[in-house]
């Protein structure tokens, strides 16, 4: 690493760290301030505390690292700007392109540490933060029940109706299962109080069942009464029935595969917006990499009288992304368009832009202006 290079991240990284932490702490003080009466009546320890704490920093990170480099390098890049540092730079024969370059793997790695946050910790931040709230309001109890709950199984003609399902105990009470035939005849149902599952052998117990078999015409064919029974090999686990009512934004990219490998006959239109946020979980990152190259060319002015007109185009840029990003989301949980563009599509837009940017910059020429005609 040249000294170049070491001077230029030296002088972007100091603000950036003040940022990342600034955030950080004023996020601390504002939640902690907003939940402090709850915390007092659930009588919270130290270590409760942590642990509530620890599970929210991931998504904060995520939230904040776009935010942090773009603040960091418009401040840095000003500052070298004023000081004429960067065009003494480019008089010793160094490219703006070669300014740039260290910021390239900056970028990657801050698109690697923000991959790694927001594969699972980050998107489930908010599902873990209301347990765990609810967990300290109730003294340590937590109910995480669904409660009467309605599943189809397309696949396997098969619907269910849970008045409690326990994901978390693999168990359910008050069932009735109804079997049909490819052609939506009732074959066989079944009354259940009682159900447990073992994902181990995939077996399903049954405690206190009555057993109805029909022919297609709805006619008793058979009526049994068991107090135990083991259904084997059916593919409806707790956890996939219980999938039906999982939020997709809430989910990370282990837990979008599974729903969408389990309930993979669901419509497309309801498959949607997890399709959108697993490609989404993966974009997100990238936005760190584009602001780079969308705020670095605007904080480099060569007059003290575009400083403020750079700095506020970045702004705005910055946030048209993160508008884009939302409206394309929305756009693609609504089937209106392929996941694929609603996750990456911003990314392409605003990347093309950072890049057009870049080369003007490069190429000393002025940005495109809009003539008024009068």
Same mark, same amino acid.
């Given at each position: 690493?040249?000294?170049?290079?070491?001077?230029?991240?030296?002088?972007?990284?100091?603000?950036?760290?003040?940022?990342?932490?600034?955030?950080?702490?004023?996020?601390?003080?504002?939640?902690?301030?907003?939940?402090?009466?709850?915390?007092?009546?659930?009588?919270?320890?130290?270590?409760?505390?942590?642990?509530?704490?620890?599970?929210?920093?991931?998504?904060?990170?995520?939230?904040?690292?776009?935010?942090?480099?773009? !603040?960091?390098? +418009?401040?840095?890049?000003? @500052?070298?700007?004023?000081?004429? #540092? $960067? &065009?003494?730079?480019? %008089?010793? =024969?160094?490219?703006?392109?070669?300014?740039?370059?260290?910021?390239?793997?900056?970028?990657?790695?801050?698109?690697?540490?923000?991959?790694?946050?927001?594969?699972?910790?980050?998107?489930?931040?908010?599902?873990?933060?209301?347990?765990?709230?609810?967990?300290?309001?109730?003294?340590?109890?937590?109910?995480?029940?669904?409660?009467?709950?309605?599943?189809?199984?397309?696949?396997?003609?098969?619907?269910?109706? !849970?008045?409690? +399902?326990?994901?978390?105990? @693999?168990?359910?009470?008050?069932? #009735? $299962? &109804?079997?049909?035939? %490819?052609? =939506?005849?009732?074959?066989?149902?079944?009354?259940?109080?009682?159900?447990?599952?073992?994902?181990?052998?995939?077996?399903?117990?049954?405690?206190?069942?009555?057993?109805?078999?029909?022919?297609?015409?709805?006619?008793?064919?058979?009526?049994?009464?068991?107090?135990?029974?083991?259904?084997?090999?059916?593919?409806?686990?707790?956890?996939?029935?219980?999938?039906?009512?999982?939020?997709?934004?809430?989910?990370?990219?282990?837990? +979008?595969?599974?729903?969408?490998?389990?309930?993979?006959?669901?419509?497309?239109?309801?498959?949607?917006?997890?399709?959108?946020?697993?490609?989404?979980?993966?974009?997100?990152?990238?936005?760190?990499?584009?602001?780079?190259?969308?705020?670095?060319?605007?904080?480099?002015?060569?007059?003290?009288?575009?400083?403020?007109?750079?700095?506020?185009?970045?702004?705005?840029?910055?946030?048209?992304?993160?508008?884009?990003?939302?409206?394309?989301?929305?756009?693609?949980?609504?089937?209106?368009?392929?996941?694929?563009?609603?996750?990456?599509?911003?990314?392409?837009?605003?990347?093309?832009?950072?890049?057009?940017?870049?080369?003007?910059?490069?190429?000393?020429?002025?940005?495109?202006?809009?003539?008024?005609?009068?």
């Amino acid at each position: 690493m040249s000294l170049l290079d070491q001077y230029v991240l030296k002088k972007f990284a100091t603000p950036f760290l003040y940022c990342i932490f600034g955030f950080v702490a004023i996020w601390f003080i504002w939640d902690l301030s907003t939940n402090l009466p709850d915390f007092v009546q659930g009588h919270m320890t130290l270590g409760m505390l942590f642990q509530f704490y620890k599970t929210q920093i991931p998504n904060v990170i995520v939230q904040s690292v776009p935010v942090g480099v773009l !603040l960091a390098l +418009l401040y840095s890049f000003t @500052q070298m700007s004023r000081h004429n #540092e $960067i &065009i003494s730079i480019l %008089s010793s =024969g160094r490219s703006l392109y070669r300014i740039f370059l260290p910021f390239v793997f900056v970028g990657l790695l801050l698109v690697g540490v923000c991959t790694y946050f927001n594969y699972e910790q980050a998107p489930q931040a908010e599902a873990r933060k209301n347990e765990l709230k609810d967990e300290i309001k109730n003294n340590g109890k937590t109910n995480k029940l669904i409660t009467a709950h309605l599943f189809r199984n397309r696949i396997d003609y098969r619907t269910w109706y !849970l008045q409690t +399902l326990d994901i978390s105990h @693999q168990s359910a009470s008050e069932l #009735e $299962i &109804i079997q049909q035939d %490819s052609e =939506g005849n009732i074959t066989e149902k079944w009354y259940v109080d009682v159900a447990s599952f073992d994902p181990a052998t995939n077996t399903w117990l049954f405690h206190h069942v009555s057993h109805v078999t029909v022919d297609p015409t709805t006619n008793l064919m058979k009526f049994e009464f068991l107090d135990e029974l083991p259904i084997s090999n059916w593919s409806e686990s707790p956890w996939r029935i219980g999938s039906s009512m999982m939020n997709s934004d809430l989910l990370g990219v282990p837990q +979008l595969k599974n729903y969408l490998a389990y309930n993979r006959d669901f419509p497309k239109v309801r498959l949607a917006p997890f399709v959108t946020n697993l490609d989404y979980r993966w974009a997100l990152p990238w936005t760190t990499f584009i602001v780079i190259f969308l705020a670095g060319p605007l904080g480099i002015v060569y007059s003290r009288r575009s400083i403020l007109s750079g700095v506020a185009l970045a702004v705005i840029l910055f946030g048209a992304l993160l508008f884009s990003s939302n409206l394309f989301l929305a756009f693609g949980k609504g089937a209106r368009c392929a996941p694929w563009i609603a996750a990456w599509g911003p990314n392409i837009l605003f990347g093309a832009i950072a890049l057009f940017l870049v080369w003007i910059k490069a190429t000393s020429r002025e940005l495109p202006t809009i003539k008024w005609i009068k």
